[in-house]
């Protein structure tokens, strides 16, 4: 339990009985919140993305196939390659974009502060800022955060709403303070089952259905694309390693293989 022996409260010109109420009024709720941090436990990095064991660096290498995407909701979002080092806490430290000729395109660096929450992810190109996210923070929890370009002007921001401990609502705003973005999560037993995506007027551009294995890993996708009326299903098949991560996942949609990512995890002695 914390030491509240030089922690001393301000109270502005109460008599004396009401300063005492005060004082021990405030050491008690200082009290219950330290008590309620310590029993609080704030994902890792590792815990998020489903990682297990003392992991230190992941290379990632997204292979296409030769044919062009066949499915419409399954629109390249990453680069090819990718690199993600992570501290003693299963923190990410650093992230690196890494283009076909294996130079490196951006990197992100993550600051913490001494409770372990990111405070803040600055992006460079080469040694040029290219931009930086600050999380909005309440105690330990992230109710949102601010985007900024290499200008340090606020290019757009965001608003989080809890179910628990889990983010229910992600909404986008720029730099207008116009809504231009909304995503609804629904969780079970802490898993995303479900993710809805609307534009700035609240119309649904596509609702998204998981479905995971055992290892806790999505095995399928299920997304409705509002503009098409349709229903597409993506597949996922795994290979692991000895620590139950995915070292292989190979993407299929309507029989086809779509792409195939390699993953190298680079594990660190306790």
């Known amino acids: 339990m914390t030491d509240y022996s030089n922690i001393y409260f301000w109270v502005a010109k109460p008599n004396e009985i009401n ?15 330290s008590c309620n941090y310590e029993k609080l436990h704030i994902k890792s990095d590792l815990e998020t993305a489903n990682l297990k064991g003392n992991i230190s660096e992941i290379d990632k290498t997204i292979h296409n196939t030769d044919s062009k995407c066949a499915c419409p909701a399954g629109m390249k979002t990453e680069c090819n390659k990718s690199k993600f080092v992570y501290d003693k806490n299963g923190n990410l430290a650093e992230s690196y974009k890494i283009d076909e000729n294996d130079s490196i395109n951006e990197r992100t660096e993550y ?8 405070t803040e992810m600055v992006t460079y190109n080469g040694e040029k800022l290219v931009g930086k996210e600050v999380p909005v923070l309440t105690g330990v929890k992230s109710t949102g955060c601010k985007i900024y370009n ?20 992600e909404k986008t705003i720029n730099s207008k303070g116009e809504v ?3 995503v609804q999560n629904e969780f079970l037993i802490g898993q995303l089952v479900s993710r809805t995506e609307k534009n700035g007027n609240g119309d649904i551009i596509s609702i998204t259905k998981f479905k995971r ?10 997304i409705f ?8 299903k993506i597949s996922f098949e795994y290979e692991y390693d000895n ?8 993407k299929i949609y309507d029989g ?12 660190s002695k306790v």
Not at 112 to 118: A, E, I, L, P, W
Not at 256 to 265: A, D, F, H, T
């Open 150 to 169: 290499e200008n340090g002007t606020v290019d757009a921001a965001c608003e989080y709403v809890y179910s628990g401990d889990e983010i229910s609502e």
């Open 213 to 222: 294995n055992t290892n806790n890993d999505i095995i399928e996708n299920v």
């Open 256 to 267: 086809k293989i779509e792409n195939i990512i390699l993953r190298n995890i680079k594990y």
């Open 19 to 33: 300063m005492k109420k005060a004082s021990i009024l405030s050491v008690i709720a200082l009290i219950v919140f």
């Open 243 to 250: 620590a139950g991560n995915w070292i292989k996942q190979t």
């Open 111 to 118: 600051i913490y502060n001494s409770k372990g929450v990111c």
């Open 180 to 182: 231009v973005s909304l």
């Open 225 to 232: 694309i509002s503009k098409d009326n349709k229903e597409y």
